[in-house]
């Protein structure tokens, strides 16, 4: 196993294990009782996949779905619930929030002045921990929304990549990550934090429900890789050709349906039309779930409307096979005539000098 995997398979799970502790941190502070403490034990779970994942892979990832974003999405997500459905009773002035997370000078001085060595660094911590506890709930809960969607993409990055998946494809999906987790932070901290949804204990178990679901696109690899398939009877089929032919693009027109814009978009319609709560960022979010939903059925129509010509162009040539796998068959069997072409092409001097002394 490569030194540097197997960095890169601990070193992410840790900050997986970490973010999940933290989280769990101030669900105990907030709600302050111990037995929350409990929900630590999930880590377990993350720390049985990477045992299994160091035996069976050597640390490398699986194909199509990642086993430790999904344990990380399991120890955090509970975490994130209890901390939006508490919603914290402390206050927050109108301090920037620099201000509040900033420790004071004078209380690491009196630290520094007190103690030296470890034990300066110790009651330095302290005293950071300390500062840090007054921090009001909601800065905490918005905090670690934040951190949590950028470590599911950095997490992704760190973490070593299987044979079926190239940097380049790993690459496009952190692209496609970095403005989903864009949307989704926007989805949850902008509509939780209108005072008629958060006065409204349905809407917010509704509106988590939502969040939770669009999180579930993290662990899996599809968007970027197509489904491989055999030219076999079942796979001559119309939809089973569509589908393997334009799995990725398929994929991507799902998730925006009916994980992402498209749930977006009826929570908010929702909101708007029945319990009539109207702000500009609604509206323009609204507009913008609509606009997209609109773009992806078009693109769909556009991938059926080219698949049906290929399908009509290849009959009328009297092509049987329409196999989704055609370009790599196609490039096989390109390669195969290069090859004869390449012999021909070197036998046929020979072929010149042999006849050439029957002449004489």
């Not at 209890?82 to 690491?108: K, M, R």
């Not at 999180?215 to 001559?236: E, N, W, Y």
């Not at 997209?292 to 290929?310: K, M, S």
Request: glycine share 4%; aromatic share 10%.
């Amino acid at each position: 196993m490569e030194l540097i995997v197997l960095l890169n398979a601990l070193v992410t799970r840790l900050l997986f294990v970490l973010h999940s502790v933290i989280g769990v941190w101030r669900v105990t502070a907030a709600k302050k009782d111990s037995k929350y403490w409990l929900l630590a034990l999930l880590n377990l779970l993350l720390c049985l996949e990477t045992g299994l994942t160091l035996k069976f892979k050597q640390g490398r990832g699986y194909k199509w779905f990642s086993p430790a974003i999904f344990l990380y999405l399991i120890c955090t997500v509970p975490s994130l619930w209890l901390l939006e459905i508490h919603h914290g009773t402390q206050y927050c002035g109108n301090e920037p929030e620099a201000v509040q997370v900033n420790v004071s000078n004078q209380d690491f001085n009196q630290s520094r002045d007190g103690s030296h060595g470890s034990e300066g660094i110790i009651q330095t911590a302290k005293v950071f921990v300390n500062q840090l506890s007054t921090i009001c709930e909601t800065v905490w809960t918005l905090a670690l929304h934040q951190t949590f969607l950028l470590l599911l993409v950095v997490g992704r990055w760190l973490l070593p990549i299987g044979v079926e998946i190239t940097r380049d494809q790993l690459s496009q999906l952190l692209l496609m990550f970095v403005g989903t987790a864009a949307d989704i932070l926007e989805f949850a901290s902008e509509t939780l934090d209108i005072p008629e949804v958060r006065n409204n204990y349905t809407l917010i178990n509704a509106i988590l429900a939502v969040w939770t679901w669009s999180m579930l696109q993290f662990p899996l690899d599809l968007a970027v890789q197509h489904i491989g398939c055999k030219p076999t009877t079942s796979t001559r089929r119309i939809p089973s050709l569509l589908l393997c032919r334009y799995s990725a693009e398929l994929w991507n027109i799902g998730v925006s349906l009916f994980i992402q814009d498209g749930p977006f978009f009826i929570v908010r319609s929702i909101l708007m039309g029945h319990f009539r709560i109207f702000n500009q960022m609604l509206v323009f979010f609204t507009a913008k779930n609509i606009l997209v939903v609109i773009l992806q059925l078009y693109r769909l129509a556009v991938i059926t409307l080219d698949f049906r010509a290929t399908i009509l162009q290849k009959s009328r040539k009297g092509e049987v096979s329409c196999c989704p796998c055609e370009p790599y068959e196609a490039h096989t069997h390109a390669v195969a005539d290069q090859d004869n072409e390449m012999k021909e092409f070197v036998a046929f001097p020979q072929k010149k000098e042999t006849q050439a002394p029957s002449k004489d």
